[in-house]
């Protein structure tokens, strides 16, 4: 179509492929994305849509989704009205809808285009523009809202790009919600509906930042004066990567500037410098080296995604992430500050929080993978709220905080233990650890065969917990172990009486079986890992008899 490409993805695996060599090949992304007019299937993961820009993610399909919203809206049933909090159409008119971004390529002008279809149909708007994810929560919250769209993929790689809705009361929006988007958006598809550009009339500016401090203000989980104080009078030092993405400058306007705090990666990169821009071990080193090169007293790094919904955690001797930290903060919250309420975590979340939680008499729910399976728990009204809710993908919130996960909020909460228990991070998980047990979690998977990918995959893994009972034996490298629990909320999850355990589940975006796991020492992992694969290629094999 353009220059020596046929499409956008041959395009992006050449400017991937050497990103300073290839960066001005960007205007020939913004080219197919603005010409490409190809339908494409609009599918809401755990975390929105989610598209490749150029490909599937184009001006064209970005119209057509934010139409389907609008359709949505006007012609929802009171069941539907009542999930996203609305009245009805002019409502949602009145409340208004706030529009932004991350740093991707295109952010703005495809968040043009969201806010010219919106102001088309009479609906109020703001403009938030380059802004963290969970500050649309707040926002919303803070604004009475009717939602929020958000054009980010969190971690994805830097050619794709990402359209998040969150209704009236700030969270992910749930299933009933996504699948009529879906079902709207993709009967247009099928039509082959073009829709034209709308050009923006006047812009109303929103520092989601500003409101954000505000709320934080208003909910007092975080203290932000006793931060402030530390910070100032302690003999600290805070390293904060923010991967390029929409969290920077952020803090600086939250905490302050102070030269004892060093920001990472803050200026303009659409590529990221050629790395996945996730929370990882490995992104990480930056951070890493940075505490290990200074002697202050305490010391915390962290790294955060381009939306700001993910974080990791370091102090120079450890780095810890969320299966650990989530397991911190509910001890610190409940124990420390005295919040009451019940943990919820995701089934493939380290058992630590439970162990701490079931000698504190504290109940602990856990959920399907999905930051919007929290929902019932942190609600104001929810009969049990959640004291703290954290995934093991690095998201987290707490008591009365958004329904969104936060690394803001992660961020604060860890400035905060630090400075109320005179530890830092690595020294007060070893302490809790040596008092409730040593837990050590971790992650993998095999790539199966495409065509086993959705119903086949799904029936043949659920096998497995009739295969496996409770109360059945298994052997764990050299010990004998007895299945304590059969967990089948996501995939199958099987807890074994020593406290170890392993889940296993189809991946929802790829041709992949996922194992989590957990064992009680470092060297054991091993051998947990090798059960879980024993037992998916046992399930594998009675998909594929006849």
């Not at 995604?305 to 969320?322: A, C, K, T, V, Y």
């Not at 009739?466 to 304590?484: L, M, P």
Request: one cysteine or more.
């Amino acid at each position: 179509m353009f220059s020596n490409f046929n499409n956008a993805a041959e395009c992006w695996k050449e400017i991937l492929s050497n990103i300073e060599k290839n960066r001005n090949l960007l205007t020939i992304i913004e080219k197919f994305a603005r010409e490409n007019t190809s339908p494409s299937k609009i599918v809401f993961g755990t975390s929105g849509w989610r598209g490749e820009i150029g490909s599937d993610f184009t001006f064209n399909n970005v119209r057509i989704v934010t139409s389907a919203i609008v359709n949505m809206f006007k012609n929802a049933n009171d069941t539907l009205l009542k999930s996203l909090g609305v009245k009805d159409f002019e409502d949602v008119m009145k409340r208004g809808i706030i529009v932004g971004h991350d740093n991707r390529f295109l952010g703005k002008e495809f968040a043009m285009e969201v806010i010219g279809i919106l102001q088309k149909e009479g609906i109020k708007t703001w403009y938030a523009g380059e802004a963290p994810t969970p500050q649309f929560s707040a926002g919303i919250e803070i604004l009475n809202a009717a939602c929020s769209i958000n054009l980010t993929p969190s971690h994805n790689p830097a050619n794709y790009a990402g359209f998040k809705f969150n209704p009236s009361d700030g969270g992910p929006a749930g299933p009933e919600i996504t699948s009529k988007i879906e079902e709207i958006a993709n009967h247009m598809m099928k039509k082959m509906v073009s829709f034209p550009h709308v050009k923006v009339k006047d812009i109303e500016y929103l520092d989601l930042n500003e409101l954000y401090i505000r709320y934080l203000n208003e909910r007092r989980t975080i203290d932000l004066i006793k931060i402030k104080k530390f910070i100032d009078t302690e003999d600290c030092f805070i390293c904060v990567d923010n991967v390029h993405g929409s969290t920077r400058g952020c803090l600086e306007k939250i905490i302050g500037i102070n030269n004892k705090i060093v920001y990472l990666r803050t200026e303009d990169d659409y590529l990221f410098g050629g790395i996945s821009p996730e929370p990882s071990e490995k992104n990480m080193q930056k951070v890493d080296e940075k505490l290990k090169g200074k002697k202050a007293k305490f010391k915390l790094g962290v790294i955060m995604d381009p939306d700001g919904d993910r974080i990791r955690f370091s102090d120079g001797n450890m780095q810890i992430p969320m299966n650990y930290f989530g397991a911190m903060a509910f001890h610190y919250l409940h124990k420390i500050k005295g919040f009451k309420g019940i943990v919820a975590k995701s089934v493939g979340t380290s058992n630590l929080v439970n162990a701490i939680a079931e000698k504190l008499g504290v109940p602990v729910r856990e959920t399907k993978v999905g930051f919007k399976n929290f929902r019932p728990f942190m609600l104001k009204n929810s009969n049990e709220k959640a004291i703290v809710a954290f995934e093991e993908s690095d998201g987290i919130s707490g008591y009365n905080h958004t329904l969104e996960k936060d690394a803001l909020f992660g961020f604060l909460l860890a400035l905060e233990m630090i400075a109320v228990i005179g530890k830092n991070l690595s020294e007060y998980l070893n302490e809790i650890m040596a008092e409730f047990g040593y837990y050590y979690p971790d992650r993998s998977g095999i790539t199966v065969s495409p065509d086993l990918v959705g119903e086949p995959l799904i029936k043949g893994l659920a096998k497995i917990s009739d295969r496996y009972k409770k109360g059945s034996a298994v052997t764990i490298g050299n010990h004998d172990r007895i299945i304590k629990d059969v967990i089948t909320i996501d995939g199958t999850k099987l807890v074994f009486d020593d406290g170890s355990w392993l889940m296993i589940r189809p991946s929802g975006t790829e041709p992949k079986v996922r194992f989590y796991i957990e064992a009680r020492t470092e060297e054991g992992k091993k051998d947990v890992f090798i059960l879980a694969e024993k037992i998916t290629k046992e399930a594998l094999l009675d998909i594929k008899k006849p």
